[in-house]
């Protein structure tokens, strides 16, 4: 818990309310996601990791650096993810173009069939959700209840 953050303004039970209902939602939809992850034959972090690879900007893939900061995941519990991948058939491994002492990640022709089809429900689902979490955000702005001089 953060005592150090003085908080300008009260916070009122609206507020709380809302805070509640936009977590809630998270969580749901994070939930929800896993099923369909899972009625895919994948984990959630399978898919999350096929997300993390083809949503990556370079078209060699990302590296097991870049799949840690997307996946807030330790090198080694990526690596471990990547070779559980590896094993389904969901990604492969090859050497960098210009550096090969450093590992790409690219999704398999079977990643990408489970993915494209994952994302399409997500963002299905993503604007069946959207009107009723714009007013939840809605006043949740980080700089609301800071002091003038943090805004």
């Not at 908080?7 to 009122?12: F, L, P």
């Not at 090198?75 to 070779?83: A, F, M, R």
């Not at 069939?113 to 959207?130: F, N, P, Q, S």
């Given at each position: 818990?953060?005592?150090?953050?003085?908080?300008?303004?009260?916070?009122?039970?609206?507020?709380?309310?809302?805070?509640?209902?936009?977590?809630?939602?998270?969580?749901?939809?994070?939930?929800?996601?896993?099923?369909?992850?899972?009625?895919?034959?994948?984990?959630?972090?399978?898919?999350?990791?096929?997300?993390?690879?083809?949503?990556?900007?370079?078209?060699?893939?990302?590296t097991v650096s870049d799949l840690s900061e997307y996946l807030l995941l330790r090198h080694?519990?990526?690596?471990?993810?990547?070779?559980?991948?590896?094993?389904?058939?969901?990604?492969?491994?090859?050497?960098d173009a210009k550096d090969g002492r450093v590992v790409r990640v690219r999704p398999t022709?079977?990643?990408?069939?489970?993915?494209?089809?994952?994302?399409?429900?997500?963002?299905?689902?993503?604007?069946?959700?959207?009107?009723?979490?714009?007013?939840?955000?809605?006043?949740?702005?980080?700089?609301?209840?800071?002091?003038?001089?943090?805004?």
């Amino acid at each position: 818990m953060r005592h150090d953050v003085p908080v300008a303004g009260r916070i009122s039970n609206e507020d709380y309310e809302r805070l509640l209902r936009f977590r809630t939602g998270l969580r749901r939809f994070e939930r929800w996601s896993e099923e369909q992850a899972e009625a895919e034959g994948l984990t959630g972090s399978q898919h999350q990791l096929l997300l993390a690879v083809r949503g990556h900007p370079d078209k060699q893939g990302p590296t097991v650096s870049d799949l840690s900061e997307y996946l807030l995941l330790r090198h080694h519990s990526v690596v471990e993810l990547i070779n559980r991948a590896v094993t389904a058939k969901l990604v492969e491994r090859q050497p960098d173009a210009k550096d090969g002492r450093v590992v790409r990640v690219r999704p398999t022709r079977e990643g990408l069939a489970a993915l494209k089809r994952l994302t399409r429900a997500h963002i299905d689902e993503l604007g069946r959700l959207a009107p009723s979490l714009e007013g939840l955000w809605s006043g949740l702005e980080p700089t609301k209840h800071l002091p003038p001089d943090r805004r």
